[in-house]
T-cell receptor, first 115, second 112 residues
Framework: DTAVSQTPKYLVTQMGNDKSIKCEQNLGHDTMYWYKQDSKKFLKIMFSYNNKELIINETVPNRFSPKSPDKAHLNLHINSLELGDSAVYFC??????????????FGPGTRLTVL | QKEVEQDPGPLSVPEGAIVSLNCTYSNSAFQYFMWYRQYSRKGPELLMYTYSSGNKEDGRFTAQVDKSSKYISLFIRDSQPSDSATYLCAMSDSGGYQKVTFGTGTKLQVIP
């Protein structure tokens, strides 16, 4: 049983297009995250939602818009794709503890290539 | 300067060696420290989670935190080829679901 799943796994698209990445978790977690990992493996938080409420919103271009229809899903929509958006995007989830060890479980990643 | 610095490697060791992976950080508010392992083309998975200074052991893995030096380490004893992966340190000031800052990762290769 896949705990955190993402679709699609690979996404190749032209500059200027709009695309979405979907994420679902079946762990019953309250918190979900989107991370961007660049070619040098640097993993940077973009957004997080706790009980469908936006908690973390890092300095990300407003072309990126997360949407959480329910606690089990967090989608990422990207408008007007640019070359610099090429990266691996990871979704993660955690129980949503307010303190202490709140282990994050990562999905397999979506490899986005913008041509 | 990044908040969390990690030697990118790659680090290549023979099977059975003791491996030391390290991170330094600049934010003295960090209290929660994690090590994640990421296999090629997979998502990171949590290996160790420690709070404040001290040591924590789990099987062949030992995590050390020295807050006075702003330095954390992960030791792997009797390294195995299956340990070949990228190791990411991560840290947080308030724990819970608050922001976690990751290092850039060290790529480890264990040669049989």
């Amino acid at each position: 049983d896949t705990a955190v799943s993402q679709t699609p796994k690979y996404l190749v698209t032209q500059m200027g297009n709009d695309k979405s990445i979907k994420c679902e978790q079946n762990l019953g977690h309250d918190t979900m995250y989107w991370y961007k990992q660049d070619s040098k493996k640097f993993l940077k938080i973009m957004f997080s939602y706790n009980n469908k409420e936006l908690i973390i919103n890092e300095t990300v271009p407003n072309r990126f818009s997360p949407k959480s229809p329910d606690k089990a899903h967090l989608n990422l929509h990207i408008n007007s794709l640019e070359l610099g958006d090429s990266a691996v995007y990871f979704c993660a989830s955690s129980a949503g503890l307010t303190k202490g060890a709140d282990t994050q479980y990562f999905g397999p990643g979506t490899r986005l290539t913008v041509l | 300067q990044k908040e969390v610095e990690q030697d990118p490697g790659p680090l290549s060791v023979p099977e059975g060696a003791i491996v030391s992976l390290n991170c330094t950080y600049s934010n003295s508010a960090f209290q929660y420290f994690m090590w994640y392992r990421q296999y090629s083309r997979k998502g990171p998975e949590l290996l160790m989670y420690t709070y404040s200074s001290g040591n924590k052991e789990d099987g062949r893995f030992t995590a050390q935190v020295d807050k006075s030096s702003k330095y954390i380490s992960l030791f792997i004893r009797d390294s195995q080829p299956s340990d070949s992966a990228t190791y990411l340190c991560a840290m947080s000031d308030s724990g819970g679901y608050q922001k976690v800052t990751f290092g850039t990762g060290t790529k480890l290769q264990v040669i049989p």
